[in-house]
């Protein structure tokens, strides 16, 4: 009887120790690999932002409407083209205020951009 | 006995545990927040739309070879060998345009630059109207066919034979040059891209001095700063 109480307890915990990882690995392996859902977020109503060209290629991005509560906060930014493709970057920088002007590099052409990922970790 | 196997149900209980928050762990799992926003917005093109700071045609029949038509309206392309094949009398048009009031950065990518024309008369039988560069410098009031300046092939358009209809050409090479100062800016000049023809070949344009601005020439310059 005792060694069959042992063994239920022994089993018991190996079973909630992998049940915690399964739900664990649930939680964190594809929302915050791709980013698609934020884990929680500083900022809920989006950002606006902006393009500063040089020569006719893009040297800067700068991101507005970032809420108090990103102040803190890492943030990066990725500029894609028509295809989603990473075309420049810039960051991290940290938050304060609510707007930020990232350098990005390199520095593509004034026609190649389609769209800017931001992205703020923390505060 | 019965302690011992205890003590080995613990530590395996344990060791499943550990397992557990190192899983957690490799995943890099923290308290902070992350906010990700993908936002769609390519870079605004900044566009310039010039109507001509100087328009004016030459006439190279005999008594007109040193007359200005500066103040005129329409502008004309004329392919002809003249009266009984005596004297070629054809006409050509010159264009051009302030491209300094659109203060483009000398540096800037110029994406497209558009020379468009209202052809108030087309010619009765589809012609080909050469657009050259000018080389050399000219005014609207002094312009003559015997003073006219040099040009070089840029381009060219296809009239067709419908009247009222706007024809474009595409200059963003020679602007792209302009706005960097490799070039210096002297306009265009549009003409028969056979001239001497034994039937006259007339098509007429609208100037800059036509009373109706939408009809006048303009060059539309798309770039980014």
């Known amino acids: 009887m005792k060694r069959l109480l042992i063994l239920c307890s022994a089993v018991a915990v190996g079973f909630c120790s992998l049940a915690s ?51 803190g906060g890492s943030l990066r930014v990725t500029v894609v083209d028509g295809s989603r493709a990473s075309v420049a970057s810039g960051g991290p920088l940290t938050v304060s205020g609510s707007s930020a002007n990232v350098s990005v590099s390199p520095n593509p052409p004034g026609a190649t951009p389609a769209g800017v990922d931001v992205s703020i970790v923390g505060p | 006995m019965a302690s011992r196997t205890w003590l080995l149900a613990i530590v395996a209980g344990s060791l499943l545990v550990g397992s557990g928050v190192a899983i957690a762990a490799s995943l890099s799992i923290t308290s902070e927040s992350l906010t990700t926003v993908t936002i769609v917005a390519p870079v605004p093109i900044s566009t310039c739309t010039l109507t001509p700071s100087a328009d004016s045609y030459v006439d190279q029949a005999t008594l007109q070879q040193g007359s200005n038509f500066g103040g005129v309206t329409p502008l004309e392309v004329e392919s002809s060998q003249g009266f009984l094949g005596l004297s070629n009398s054809n006409k050509r048009s010159f264009v051009t345009f302030a491209l300094a009031s ?56 296809t009239t067709g034979t419908t009247s009222n209809v706007t024809l474009q050409a595409t200059v963003t090479s020679n602007v792209q040059s302009f706005v960097a100062g490799s070039l210096t800016n002297n306009g265009w000049m549009f003409r028969d891209s056979v001239e001497n023809s034994s039937t006259l070949r007339n098509g007429q344009f609208r100037s800059r001095e036509f009373a109706t601005v939408s009809q006048r020439p303009t060059l539309v310059v798309n770039y980014y700063p």
Request: hydrophobic share 40%; charged share 5%; net charge negative.
């Open chain 2, 102 to 157: 659109c203060s483009i950065p000398a540096a800037a990518a110029v994406q497209s630059a558009t020379l468009s024309v209202f052809l108030s008369q087309a010619p009765d039988q589809n012609r080909t109207w050469d657009i050259n560069r000018v080389t050399g410098a000219w005014t609207e009031g002094a312009i003559t066919w015997s003073n006219q300046p040099a040009s070089t092939a840029s381009t060219s358009v």
């Open chain 1, 21 to 71: 990882a399964a739900a664990l690995q649930g939680v964190t392996s594809a929302p915050v690999g791709n980013g698609s859902t934020p884990v929680s977020a500083c900022d809920t109503d989006g950002f606006t932002v902006s393009y500063t060209t040089s020569g006719g290629n893009v040297t800067s991005v700068a991101v507005g409407g970032i809420a108090p509560a990103c102040a």
